[in-house]
């Protein structure tokens, strides 16, 4: 993954969080490997889900607290 600051000009700074999940159910045994290829991409799907919320929480607590910080 990678991680960039853009400077948004006026004390404020967007933070950019890229990545990638790749699951590959064709290494877990009890799973078919006919169905491997699709059942993967759901899982991605589902953790993206999963995942997404959590970093815009903290992305926002964060803000909450420099904005804190600088009054």
Same mark, same amino acid.
């Given at each position: ?21 790749? +699951? ?14 699709? +059942?993967?991409?759901? +899982?991605?799907?589902?953790? +993206? ?23």
């Amino acid at each position: 993954g990678e991680n960039r600051f853009v400077d948004l000009g006026d004390g404020r700074t967007r933070v950019e969080v890229l990545g990638e999940i790749r +699951v590959d159910l064709g290494k877990v045994r009890m799973v078919p490997e006919l169905l491997a290829s699709s +059942v993967s991409s759901v +899982v991605e799907r589902f953790l +993206v889900r999963q995942i997404t919320p959590n970093l815009i929480s903290v992305s926002d607590a964060l803000s909450d607290l420099l904005d804190a910080a600088a009054a």
